[in-house]
């Protein structure tokens, strides 16, 4: 098991609940199940969490006392680490697919566990965070996995009757769009059935990476290399691209097609494009790491065809009924 500081394994059960926090908790705010077996791990990650967000956090010191605490608490999301004893990370992912489905996990890798995040992420598993990113990454990770799994229970009954849908967007270069955008698909795909709400929220996450890719890669041709010194210098270059020419004018066109069976996603960029041969494969763990590889990992692990074209400015994805697990009773 690698840790973020030091290497202590500890086998003493941890509390059920985590200590009380400096902030007050809303009844209404998240759960969150932090599953490991180091209790330096656990406190490290607690402060984490308790600095960037407002959650309630329990705890577990591996993947079978964390489906025992799933039995009892129900959290929002589970964040576990990677390698432990008596049930591992990647045998929870398939624990929680299995039996919890609306439950989102996040998995916690860190040096020679990139294998098994790749496998967990074609498991189920909603993300994961690099441990040597955390203190930046965790926040803005988990609040996109609860975002994307929050329950659509009332707006998907008012539209239980639709059988089928097409939608087409013309996008101005803002991220702010893309979270709409995603949670109408969303809508569409748990109101026709093609997807349960685990199966919705790695889609909407995969979504959510190609139209950042559009924007970022496509219309404003910016490299994931300037984040390899920290993120500064990447998003400076979008701050000044967003009112350049030609980068200011240029737009992203979504099409989506929805049905019961069947879901695909064309998404279209105005910029040059790129050598689609030169793209490396995102399942080799030495590229888990890199900037670069995050985006097309996940598209390649939540759906089951990614395709571009000859130029590389429009990419196709797929989802079928028959690759989600079957729709919530």
Request: glycine share 6%; net charge neutral.
């Amino acid at each position: 098991m690698s840790v973020l500081v030091g290497a202590t394994t500890d086998t003493t059960p941890a509390p059920a609940f985590a200590p009380m926090a400096a902030k007050p908790i809303p009844t209404n705010a998240p759960t969150v199940l932090l599953v490991d077996d180091s209790s330096v791990q656990r406190r490290i990650v607690y402060s984490l969490l308790d600095a960037i967000g407002t959650w309630h956090v329990v705890h577990a010191v591996n993947g079978v006392a964390a489906l025992e605490q799933i039995e009892r608490v129900q959290p929002s999301l589970v964040l576990t680490d990677t390698y432990m004893p008596k049930m591992d990370g990647l045998a929870l992912v398939e624990q929680v697919r299995d039996r919890f489905p609306h439950i989102p996990v996040v998995l916690m890798t860190g040096h020679g566990s990139e294998q098994m995040a790749v496998n967990a992420l074609k498991a189920g598993a909603a993300d994961y965070v690099s441990k040597r990113a955390m203190v930046t990454d965790l926040g803005r990770i988990l609040e996109r996995v609860l975002t994307n799994a929050r329950d659509e229970s009332d707006r998907v009954r008012l539209r239980s009757g639709m059988t089928g849908r097409i939608s087409r967007f013309v996008l101005e270069n803002d991220p702010r769009l893309i979270r709409p955008l995603v949670a109408q698909i969303r809508d569409d795909l748990l109101a026709v059935g093609v997807c349960n709400r685990n199966g919705v929220t790695r889609v909407g996450i995969a979504l959510e990476e190609t139209l950042l890719n559009a924007i970022y890669h496509g219309n404003l041709e910016i490299s994931s290399k300037l984040k390899e010194n920290g993120d500064e210098p990447f998003h400076a270059m979008v701050r000044e691209r967003l009112d350049q020419k030609p980068y200011a004018a240029r737009r992203v066109r979504v099409v989506a097609r929805v049905t019961p069976t069947r879901a695909s996603f064309v998404i279209a960029d105005e910029g040059p494009g790129f050598d689609v041969a030169s793209l490396p494969d995102p399942t080799d763990p030495a590229f888990l790491e890199r900037p670069s590889g995050r985006g097309l990992l996940l598209m390649r692990s939540f759906m089951d065809e990614v395709r571009y074209n000859a130029t590389g400015n429009r990419v196709t994805l797929i989802k079928t009924q028959i690759s989600c697990t079957p729709p919530d009773e």
